[in-house]
């Protein structure tokens, strides 16, 4: 975690209210530096602006079991309420989806286009030989990542959408596949 | 604007219990209208969350009836047996639909394999296929499916809704709010489920989500249907304050249980002893909790406001045996990344609301006092849960109410003629949901649940006392008399607004938190989930029920005796 001298982040969150706003803007906001993402927005939502439309289920940060806050943070998708805050974040819908308002989306509606590919903080690897393409990864998925295709004359689980992927946050495929043939590696970032 | 929706069933609540009443309803060739307060398996209902138990009678010598004494006697006899009796039978056929939905459970040459959980006679719980993983996940795999692959079922996400509309006898509908515009849903339906879950979120501390603010409770209530068992409430007993990264995480309990950890309160004292002697750190779950509240209440709470639990008293090279076990286990990555060490820190837990036993009276068919409305799952009580409820039997009790409640409702609706609708009393409910949204200032309605989770935390955990459910009360009624009519949203947009959202469950929490605290004043004694510290004993003239009703507009309370048809309670073998 980077800590900044004032114990104080700035976080800058993605705007937008398709009903009255023309075009979408970037709003910055100023919060304790602790705790996670989702807690960074509830403090934006309670102490700056209640119009801050987000969504949250289980409010993790140890289940990660429902996905519904899953947002873009930085350009990688996330779980908000698993990824830990730090300075300097950009937070964005997730962009797989269409967006009702702020970063709160319809996760049963996926956007026909796609303007931008997000970056996945993680690289995906099914091993084919313990792949029995039970389906349970595809069905798990809270955005959708994987799905069955046929490689090699055999049906298995691909990373069809690997941008989507909210990574270590999430990695209920992982944690759930009966035949542990799922496994996420974290992809370096160059320069660091 | 308003959207006015006819249908045959209304199915209120996306959990475990709303899904397979709106599955069985559909398999009647009924219309039927799910509508949940989020994305139906995106949203917080805590079945997602579920551990490991699930109990069920399956293979002799175990049975049926085995289940329903092992639930009553953990109900401490306050339970209603015919009812324990009529839902526990349907358990094993739950098992039947979950597996044939695709849920996997473990199994061992050709039967599944059964785990004892605590109050078990013989071992009764599935587990998941996975060693040690919890059910919780095998559940969001297979149960939002079935509503997307049933077409019959119409799914109304992210719709809240405001109330019933009721005429004080029968249940024609409710009125909603669909989240995403901010425009009225009006529903009319012959039969309505509720299925809504508990109300944990009026605790600061809590194992399920923020969300589930009693909602249920609250509209039922307002309808006029008779709750009971409301002032019975399950706390975890070791859910983790701090670290942040596992906060709310129900794992230490475990730690405890596998490690032997040890408690000591904010002066280094091993406080647990000096409640239990006997058993010290391995007491009952609700003697731990009990011990923990007294030492918070008391001011020796650790810096978080629960108790430290320590693993240090063990030697380093019999840790690391467990650590390099427990490598690849989420809790011990997530303090991993809080940077503590087991070996050195203690961490801090307390009890968390994690069940609520009270909600609506309901008989064999789910069906509650008002005609039309039927409750399942965790807001249709009927005290099948007793006093404490059996580990592992919340989910079961679920499906087969559910089950049991879509039967029903589907076929009293076909029998029933399509309700009229009460324009007034839909323009009553509409207008009094927008007064928060129209005021111009005054109160916001976080800062109002906010004082309302404390006030709850303070007064009705493990260690209740006359004196401070009164002062609990007085301030309840200082809320509604002052804070209620002040209650305004700040922020007008309407669109996915969740201040508006939260202004609208304020009422809800209220009623919820008021019917908790007084049957809590009235239970004079202390009988498994409810415990007071000025009626320390059970009491033999309490095997009576605490029931709520609503007349003139003013919270009424009587009793009802228990009877007991299958176990009848030790003491009244011997009269």
Known sequence: MIKSKDGKAHVRVFRFDPGVDKKPRYESYSVPLQGSVLDALRFIYEEYDPSLSFRFGCSGPTYERCGACSVLVNGQPALSCKRLLEEGMTVDPHPKFELIKDLAVDLDREKKQREKQSTSSVRIFVDPERCTACRDCVLLCPVKVLDIQKVNGRGRAVAADPGSCCGLTCRQCATFCPNSAIRLQTVRKRGK | ?575
């Open chain 2, 1 to 575: 604007m308003r959207e006015t929706i006819v249908t045959d069933v209304l199915v209120i609540g996306g959990g475990i219990a709303g899904i397979r009443a709106a599955l069985e309803v559909s398999e009647q060739n009924v219309s039927v209208v799910l509508a949940n307060k989020g994305q139906v398996g995106k949203d917080g209902a805590a079945v997602w969350m579920a551990g490991g138990g699930y109990q069920t009678a399956l293979y002799p010598p175990d049975s049926v009836e085995q289940h329903v004494e092992d639930t009553i006697k953990a109900g401490k006899y306050l339970n209603n047996q015919k009812l324990v009796h009529a839902f526990l039978k349907e358990t094993p056929n739950t098992i039947k639909d979950l597996v044939k939905w695709g849920a996997r459970f473990a199994k061992k040459d050709g039967k599944y394999v059964q785990i004892r959980l605590p109050g078990e006679t013989h071992p009764r719980s599935m587990s998941h296929s996975i060693i040690g993983e919890s059910l919780g996940g095998e559940y969001r795999k297979v149960l939002p499916r079935q509503i997307r692959l049933h077409e019959g079922i119409k799914t109304l996400h992210d719709t809240f809704i405001v109330d019933l509309i009721s005429d004080g006898k029968t249940v024609t509908g409710a009125v909603g709010v669909d989240v995403r515009t901010g425009e009225f849903r009006v529903i009319q339906a012959k039969s309505t489920i509720l299925a809504t879950g508990g109300f944990m979120a009026l605790f600061d501390f809590t194992t399920a989500n923020p969300t589930l603010t009693g909602d249920g409770h609250g509209m039922a209530y307002r309808a006029g249907a008779r709750m009971m068992g409301m002032e019975f409430i399950q706390f975890f007993p070791a859910a983790a304050l701090w670290p942040h990264t596992v906060y709310r995480d129900n794992y230490p309990y475990t730690l405890l249980w596998r490690l032997r950890g040890i408690f000591y309160n904010a002066i280094g004292e091993r406080f647990m002893e000096r409640y239990y002697p006997v058993e010290k750190d391995f007491a009952t779950r609700e003697a731990m909790s009990r011990a923990i509240h007294r030492e918070v209440k008391e001011g020796r709470g650790s810096a978080h406001g629960g108790a430290y639990l320590s693993f240090r008293h063990l030697p380093r090279n019999l840790i690391n045996i467990f650590l390099e076990e427990l490598k690849d286990n989420p809790f011990m990555q997530s303090l991993k990344d809080a940077g503590v060490d087991i070996r050195e820190d203690a961490l801090e837990i307390g009890p968390a609301a994690h069940y609520v036993q009270g909600g609506c009276w309901v008989n064999e068919r789910c069906e509650t006092s008002l005609s039309g409305l039927y409750a399942v799952g965790e807001v249709g009580s009927g005290a099948k849960d007793g006093a404490d409820r059996l580990a592992g039997n919340a989910l079961p009790f679920c499906m087969a109410m559910g089950y049991i409640g879509g039967k029903e409702a589907a076929k009293s609706a076909k029998a029933t003629a399509a309700p009229k609708a009460n324009k007034t009393q839909v323009d009553a409910v509409c207008a009094e949901a927008l007064v928060p949204m129209e005021r111009k200032e005054g109160k916001r309605p976080f800062h109002v649940k906010k004082e309302m989770r404390a006030l709850m935390s303070r007064h009705m955990v493990y260690d209740r006392n006359k004196d401070e459910l009164e002062k609990g009360l007085k301030e309840l009624e200082r809320i509604r008399q002052e804070e209620l009519p002040r209650l305004y949203v700040s922020a007008k947009t309407k669109r996915f607004n969740l201040e508006w959202v939260e202004a609208l469950e304020v009422r809800n929490m209220l009623d919820t938190a008021e019917m908790s605290m007084r049957a809590a004043l009235m239970r004079e004694e202390s009988r498994g989930l409810h415990q007071r510290s000025d009626f320390p004993e059970e009491r033999k003239e309490w095997l009576r029920q605490v029931i709520i009703g609503r007349r003139q507009g003013k919270m009424e309370f009587t009793t009802e005796p228990v009877t007991f048809p299958y176990v009848k309670p030790p003491s009244s073998k011997r009269s």
